[in-house]
């Protein structure tokens, strides 16, 4: 398919053999190819004007007539040929133009997926407000396309980054073979979510889009499979290519072999070392037993945000046949039951806060399996940070996950009455419960933010909303 540096290839080749020339006649073999305009309007009003200039937008031929500018979108097989005006016509040109008569200016295009239009202007801002093109971004190439406006651009487009610089009108002028190329240069993942990267990231993409493609230009565009320029011109970008078609190839920089994935169903390349794939930002919440996550979880919840809740996950898989269930029950067998085949939750506390050695190994068992499931449901999210709440975060060393911290503490008093009241537990119980975590203020220490659940619930809002702030300036949200 060809992509922008191969249709400015055509545009300069073409300016050199065609502009000055005069239509004198046209055929058209296809006539669902001229889309806004009858077949033969399309053809009376091209005689006899003459090709002025050649522009380009995107992957766009913009030909400027006299009175006219004709659009011209190759899409994916579309070719231009210069042929004898007495050479047959192949089955696969389906708009030739006759020029001065003695040239046969030709479209061909086996899948018949290519676009022309003609516009009554030569105006160039009254053309690109043709449909089409008026839905177009900026170029990739264009200097006035700044960082801010690119990421601005992916952070509502919620897919894949590969198959969001697809889109062209999020950024104009780059098709697989570039796209693939940009990444791997920016260090980008291609299935990275397009929320999830930084404005850094945009600007990477940017720079060496303006890289990419100015070599790709220079050397004429890349020669692969379908696309070879039709007009004397082939593409010696290819010999350049990093990762694009390189599949079990080395890669240049670390010598890791490159992959190929489909992304959007398109054939995508990368290097699986030094493009590792982008998450969204893990903001950790936890705090000891009753100081009140579940509360700032579940305001979190109300405003709309992504909230992983660690005991959650435990729930879901520790029912019958989960991972959970069968890694306890194949260690303590029936003993921690209930009669239906259910775990017996009042059993299994007592074994964990009873007996040292059995935290310790039910801890080791359980963490991996909470830490694997919490993070597949964060690789599937397309926010830009989520929140991933985890009792024993610390202990259990999930603050390695995290990119920030927030600590939900209560003074001990009104901690140890939260934790009788709710569990229904004795003052000594209570205590020793508390006892196996770590402590409130090692927590804090350790803590980006601190949220004190002492008092009343406003009050907490109020932190919550503040941390929330913070964290959304952090991110650039």
């Known amino acids: 398919m060809p992509e922008l540096p191969e249709v400015e290839t055509v545009r300069r080749t073409l300016a050199y053999q065609i502009l000055g020339k005069t239509i004198t006649d046209v ?42 500018t004709l659009i011209s979108h190759l899409r ?32 061909h295009d086996t899948r018949k997926f290519g676009k022309m239009a003609l516009l009554a202007s030569t105006n160039l801002i009254e053309v690109m407000q043709y449909p089409p093109l008026a839905k177009l971004a900026k170029e990739a190439t264009d200097p006035g396309f700044t960082k801010e406006e690119l990421y601005a651009r992916l952070q509502h487009t919620q897919v894949a980054i590969k198959t969001a610089l697809l889109n062209q009108e999020v950024i104009c002028g780059m098709g697989n073979i570039y796209v693939d190329e940009v990444l791997f240069l920016s260090k980008i993942h291609p299935e990275t979510i397009s929320t999830c990267l930084t404005i850094e990231d945009a600007s990477h993409i940017l720079e060496n889009a303006h890289l990419v493609l100015a070599k790709a230009i220079q050397a004429g ?64 919440i936890t705090g000891s037993i009753a100081t009140g996550k579940t509360t700032v979880t579940q305001y979190l919840r109300t405003l709309g945000y992504k909230v992983i809740d660690a005991d959650e996950i435990v729930a879901e898989h520790k029912a019958i046949g989960r991972a959970i269930y069968n890694v306890l029950t194949g260690e303590y067998g ?23 050695e059995n935290r310790l190994k039910i801890n080791q068992m359980v963490h991996p399996i909470v830490q ?95 941390m929330i702030k913070e964290v959304k300036q952090h991110y650039g949200h």
């Open 76 to 107: 994916m097989e579309g070719k231009y040929f210069l042929k004898s005006i007495d050479e047959p016509r192949n089955k696969h040109e389906h708009v030739v133009f006759t020029l001065d008569n003695q040239i046969s200016f030709r479209y």
């Open 334 to 356: 029936r003993k921690i039951l209930l009669d239906n085949g259910e775990i017996d939750d009042r059993q299994l506390a007592k074994l964990i806060f009873e007996n040292e």
């Open 372 to 466: 694997q499931k919490a993070l597949q449901s964060i690789y599937r999210m397309t926010d830009s940070f989520v929140f991933l709440s985890v009792p024993l975060l610390f202990e259990a060393g999930f603050d390695a996950l995290c990119d920030q911290i927030v600590v939900v503490y209560a003074e001990d008093e009104i901690q140890l009455e939260r934790l009788m009241k709710r569990n229904q537990l004795s003052k000594e119980e209570a205590k020793q419960r508390i006892q196996t975590q770590l402590s409130q203020q090692e927590k804090c220490q350790k803590a980006d933010y601190i949220i004190d659940n002492s008092r009343d619930l406003c009050y907490t809002i109020e932190q919550i909303n503040e």
């Open 221 to 284: 565009g890349t020669t692969i499979r379908s696309y070879t320029s039709s007009l004397g011109v082939t593409g010696l970008f290819q010999l350049e290519l990093l990762v694009h078609q390189q599949e079990k190839n080395p890669c240049s920089i670390c010598q890791t072999t490159i992959q190929k994935i489909k992304v959007g169903g398109r054939g995508t390349y990368y290097c699986p070392l030094c493009q590792i794939k982008k998450r969204p930002k893990i903001i950790g």
């Open 27 to 68: 055929a058209v073999y296809y006539a669902p190819m001229i889309e806004n305009i009858e077949q033969n309007q399309f053809i009376e009003k091209l005689k006899h004007e003459t090709f002025r200039k050649i522009e380009r937008y995107g992957k766009y031929l913009l030909f400027i007539l006299d009175h006219y």
